[in-house]
């Protein structure tokens, strides 16, 4: 069940950041990805700068969105180079 929510969750963001970041769109498969690194992305770096944005399902989705949000842009600069 836990992974069944890990990918729901991560589907989301990367479609949430997908949207937010014009130009990306990477399927379903590929949004569940970019969700579930945007997640381990943002569980590394929010902490450091000190944003702590709380429990829950709702928490989760805002914080892997945020990382896959960076991800996305981090993509974006490389490809542009």
């Not at 949004?31 to 709380?54: R, T």
């Amino acid at each position: 069940m836990n992974i069944l929510v890990f990918l729901i969750i991560g589907g989301i963001a990367g479609w949430l950041a997908g949207l937010i970041v014009k130009g990306f769109g990477f399927g379903l498969i590929g949004n569940i990805v970019v969700g579930i690194v945007g997640a381990v992305v943002a569980g590394y770096l929010l902490p450091i700068v000190g944003v702590s944005i709380g429990s829950g399902i709702i928490a989760a989705i805002i914080h892997a969105t945020i990382g896959a949000v960076v991800l996305l842009f981090v993509i974006k600069l490389v490809k542009r180079a």
